[in-house]
């Protein structure tokens, strides 16, 4: 047997092992009586289900796009409706990352990647960490311009695949593998820090409010105002709604410093790859933008000036980038023709994101997301006694809860509640509970269904879901960090103390 033969073979080995431990263990736990008194038959085969979702992409023991539609088929075989199974694909996220990816292809199309991945090669100067270097502190800039980082990840990983194929650099290189994960995990760090920076900020800010909004008068002793009196009048916050500077004022050095403390991470993990120089591409004669790439740049910053402007027109994230898509896709106008995107976009992660938010919300219709924020989170800080042992406590609950719900909307709505009421009930400050176990959940991606830019960039093959797991639990580690050496004493000097007075 060749040797190709061999590692095929083992390939297929490696992956049917996970393939039919999962599927024997679903099947005869769907046959189990309930196991807890307060968790619903229904809720417990919907947890089944997700846990078996989550090993398959994790071990990719079927392609992506596979377990996304055996999980939908799951749910409607196991309690749900056929339409409640099929809810995700009725969310407009998976409309907004088939928008966004067709921007992507588009710059790529365009000429326009080829152009950026040269002016980057000639800047690093043939060494590869300036490179990444570029790119880590480009991403707070670039947040002002495109503040989703879903946006951001399906534009720039073109760029980039461009630049690795100028330089003659192998799929999954150590420095593509840095790059990469810096893009699908670091990158998003960048968006919390801003109000308008997408789903996490938008969601968090709004369920933190109501919180504080129903208990009246915490805010007014500590609340955003603080923070905007501490830092010099930032602006007028005197408690929810939350203002974009009175986010910016308590979230910016927290998520900045697990950018920077990520960015090290990466670079510790494949600092090998960092060694190799980047040969220089044939040069090229200097060229003015085509009329291809002006109209695709104007399409672009339109799509994210809507995305700024959100505040004025309230229009839905996805209607932009649909507008965007239909742009792109017009004859004379956009440098995209419907081949390029049977080619250029991976549809995989239409379906993955769609199954990921059913099956979200097939844990909260069914009551498994209630119990398991009271058994992961709720009942945590009961263990501890001080106010540090029930904040890490909350952490260790949240990290949890987010390896098991595979959607961060879920999470948020579930966790963010139950973190609150904890601190209430333990005398610290409601608003810093809340936050603390938002970033226990956002700093972290477990496996790539968990988040939109990293399935747009595990859909390349330069990172495996094993490496995303593997980096996961790295970052978890620094979101840790982040939260108890830079979090709390920012939030403390900012006017938001752990306990209340």
């Keep these: 047997m060749s040797r190709t033969a061999t590692a095929l073979a083992r390939v297929r080995v490696r992956r049917g092992a996970p393939l039919s431990v999962t599927l024997v263990a679903l099947t005869l736990s769907l046959f189990l009586p309930p196991v807890a008194d307060d968790l619903p038959l229904a809720g417990q085969r919907a947890l089944v289900v997700t846990l078996a979702a989550i090993v398959l992409w ?13 999980s939908v088929a799951l749910l409607a075989l196991t309690g749900s409706s056929m339409r409640g199974a099929l809810q995700g694909f ?42 990444y270097l570029q790119l880590v502190l480009a991403f707070p800039a670039l947040t002002f311009v495109l503040p989703s980082a879903t946006t951001r990840s399906g534009i720039l990983i073109h760029i980039y695949d461009e630049l690795f194929t100028l ?39 709004a369920i933190i409010a109501a919180g504080l909004d129903a208990n009246a008068g915490i805010e007014g002793r500590h609340g955003f ?29 927290p998520y900045y410093a697990i950018l920077l403390l990520g960015g090290a991470l990466t670079y510790a993990l494949y600092r090998r790859g960092f060694q190799r120089p980047l040969p220089a591409p044939v040069p090229v004669a200097r060229r003015p933008l085509s009329g291809a790439e002006w109209r695709t740049l104007a399409v672009i910053l339109g799509a994210s000036a809507l995305w700024l402007t959100d505040a004025v027109h309230h229009l839905d994230p996805t209607l932009p980038a649909l507008l965007a898509f239909v742009a792109l896709l017009t004859p004379r106008f956009g440098p ?27 844990l909260g219709a069914s009551g498994a997301a209630a119990w398991l924020g009271r058994l992961l989170v709720g009942a945590l800080p009961a263990l501890g006694g001080g106010a540090l042992a029930t904040l890490v406590l909350l952490m260790l609950g949240a990290t949890a809860l987010r390896a098991i719900v595979p959607n961060i909307s879920g999470f948020l709505a579930l966790a963010l509640p139950i973190a609150m009421s904890v601190g209430r009930e333990s005398g610290l400050n409601p608003l810093v509970c809340a936050l603390v176990v938002m970033m226990a959940g956002d700093t972290v991606i477990y496996y790539p269904a968990q988040s939109p830019s990293a399935l747009v960039i595990y859909e ?42």
């Design 58 to 70: 994790t071990t990719e023991a079927l392609e992506p796009g596979v377990t996304a539609l055996l």
């Design 225 to 253: 105002a603080g923070a905007a009196r501490t830092l010099g009048g930032l602006g007028a916050i005197s408690g929810p709604p939350i203002t974009w500077t009175g986010w910016f004022a308590l979230m910016a050095v």
């Design 167 to 205: 330089a003659a650099v192998p799929r999954g290189a150590d420095i593509a593998k840095a790059v990469m994960l810096a893009l699908s995990s670091i990158n998003r760090l960048a968006s919390t820090a801003l109000l308008t920076g997408g789903i996490t900020p938008v969601m968090s800010a």
């Design 336 to 362: 995209l023709a419907w081949a390029d995107l049977e080619r250029g976009v991976g549809w995989a992660n239409f379906f993955v994101i769609a199954a990921s938010i059913s099956l979200a919300q097939a």
């Design 90 to 131: 009725a969310s407009p996220v998976p409309y907004f990352l088939v928008g966004v990816l067709t921007m992507g292809v588009a710059v790529v199309r365009s000429g326009l990647a080829e152009r950026l991945a040269r002016a980057i090669l000639a800047r690093a100067r043939g060494r590869s960490f300036a490179v």
């Design 460 to 501: 390349r093959g330069h990172v495996t879901a094993g490496e995303f797991l593997r980096f996961g639990v790295w970052m978890t580690l620094v979101g840790w960090v982040a939260i108890l050496g830079v979090a709390l004493p920012w939030w403390q000097f900012v006017g938001e103390p752990l306990r209340l007075r």
